[in-house]
């Protein structure tokens, strides 16, 4: 219940192309999504967050969408750049409880 | 740059030694965290202190010994650690435990 399952492992896309990375959890009584994009050699950094009570969160190109029905959700990358290759880590928690992290997909960005 | 420091960037210890690892915040958090992070998977939590009281332990093994010196300082100090301890270690804090979670850039720690 307290697993969060990411797809794709990797993830090769052209320069301008979208990027989807997808993430699906078990437990209901989360409440706050984030993803997390960490460059080799540094640590995670906050990309975007979302919670439940919208479906959808835009930040420039990144997007989040949201389907608490289906307890799934999704970053979504326009345009990608080359400088977006990176591995994206997505995220649940319930309030304070800790940060249950999905598997992370490398993405590549190819120009 | 990250808002919470670690240092040192990296380190390569012997089994036998005793080293620490130090994290520095100043954004007022008044939670702080230790994390594991393997190549190539997600990072793993450690310790989290709030308030500067040990307030989780997920099971570490004795080896690693966290202190909060303070409501900006956290050390993680490092004795008669194994090889299988090789990892990025991840310190982060946060306001009061509420999300979300500020992160450093790691100590690359290698055992040999």
């Known amino acids: 219940q307290q697993q969060v399952k990411q797809s794709p492992q990797s993830l090769i896309v052209q320069k301008g192309g979208i990027s989807i990375i997808n993430c699906a959890y078990e437990n209901t009584a989360f409440d706050y999504f984030p993803w997390y994009q960490q460059f080799p050699g540094k640590g995670p950094a906050l990309l975007i967050a979302?919670?439940?009570?919208?479906s959808e969160k835009k930040e420039g190109r990144f997007t989040i969408s949201f389907n608490k029905s289906a307890k799934q959700f999704s970053l979504h990358i326009m345009d990608s750049q080359p400088g977006d290759s990176a591995t994206y880590f997505c995220?649940?928690?319930?309030?304070?409880?800790?940060?249950?992290f999905g598997t992370g997909t490398r993405l590549q960005v190819f120009p | 740059d990250t808002e919470v420091t670690q240092t040192p960037k990296h380190l390569v210890m012997g089994m036998t030694n005793k080293k620490s690892l130090k994290c520095e915040q100043h954004m007022g958090h008044r939670a702080m965290y230790w994390y594991k992070q393997k190549a190539k998977k997600p990072p793993e939590l450690m310790f989290v202190?709030?308030?500067?009281?040990?307030?989780i332990n997920e099971s570490v093994p004795s080896r690693f010994s966290p202190e909060c010196p303070n409501s900006s300082l956290l050390n993680l100090h490092l004795h008669a650690l194994q090889p299988e301890d090789s990892a990025l270690y991840l310190c982060?804090?946060?306001?009061?435990?509420?999300?979300?979670?500020?992160f450093g850039n790691g100590t690359r720690l290698t055992v040999t």
């Open positions: 995220a649940a928690s319930r309030d304070t409880d800790k940060l249950i």
């Open positions: 202190y709030s308030y500067e009281k040990l307030s």
């Open positions: 982060a804090s946060s306001q009061e435990r509420t999300l979300p979670l500020h």
């Open positions: 979302i919670r439940p009570d919208v």
